[in-house]
């Protein structure tokens, strides 16, 4: 593991906060693709992307500072600067708001963009979830498997062999995006398929992580994967019927 990789003037730059950039720029590369190819200006990108990773962000480290603080009693101050933190599902929440309100500032189709940054979110999350694993973060639970890792400088530091979570959640996020790209003239509801993807992987997951049960024998993510998995779900079949409806009015109207 490499948590910092070098420094610039004293400054330490941290392997995540590289992966974290890397993810930008893919994302955005993948969603001006997108765009140019729903007919949408590709030049939109950049900037929805900034919305994206700014709420993303924000969202992730006040869902983690909040949680934490109510569940543990530490100080919020102390958590919202901490490391570690960056928390996927609170990030999202983030996002989402945020690029709502940019595709209204921008007047882009909230709608229709959605389901050309939805890549972008498989895509960076992936590229993400390598980054935790260089620094050492969101590890999984002890195991004597082969391919089991210490982390003595992870957040918190472990020097027993864990399941590298962070890397099957990688490998997993890197087939959705490769499942969505052919997707993607296909699908009814492009972002629904990754609503659900992306739950259907979370939830497998923290299985072998450590986060605390919270009901019913499941984590606080699988609740919420659970969540994404019926929106997601529920969106898509709702198109999958409308579509073929409207299109049939349209014909019978002509």
């Known amino acids: 593991m490499y948590p910092v990789l070098f420094q610039i003037f004293g400054f330490p730059i ?26 949408l200006d590709p030049e939109g990108a950049t900037t929805m992307l900034i919305y994206a990773m700014v709420g993303g962000i924000g969202g992730s480290k006040l869902y983690f500072a909040i949680d934490v603080s109510l569940r543990e009693g530490i100080p919020f101050g102390s958590l919202l600067f901490a490391r570690e933190g960056i928390t996927f599902y609170g990030g999202l929440a983030g996002a989402i708001l945020a690029v709502i309100a940019g595709t209204r500032i921008h007047h882009i189709p909230t709608g229709l963009f959605f389901n050309c940054v939805c890549l972008a979110g498989s895509l960076g999350q992936a590229i993400g979830r390598i ?11 002890v195991t004597d498997l082969p391919w089991g890792i210490a982390f003595p400088q992870g957040a918190p530091p472990t020097l027993e062999p864990v399941h590298p979570t962070q890397l099957y959640e ?55 994967a659970l969540a994404l998995i019926a929106v997601g779900g529920t969106s898509w079949l709702y198109r999958q019927r409308s579509t073929p409806a409207a299109a049939a009015a349209q014909e019978g109207a002509s």
């Not at 392997?15 to 955005?28: I, N, R």
């Not at 980054?131 to 639970?141: A, H, I, S």
Request: proline share 2%; aromatic share 16%; with cysteine.
């Open 14 to 39: 941290s392997s995540f906060g590289v992966m974290l950039a890397f993810a930008f720029l893919a994302g955005t590369w993948i969603t001006g693709r997108r765009m140019r190819e729903v007919g």
């Open 170 to 224: 990688a490998a997993w996020l890197f087939a959705v995006t490769g499942w969505l790209w052919a997707r993607r003239h296909k699908s009814p509801l492009l972002w629904g398929e990754y609503l659900m993807l992306n739950g259907l992987g979370r939830f497998a997951v923290e299985f072998l992580r450590t986060n605390p049960r919270v009901a019913f024998g499941l984590s606080e993510a699988q609740l919420i």
């Open 131 to 141: 980054g935790c694993f260089l620094v050492g973060d969101d590890y999984g639970r």
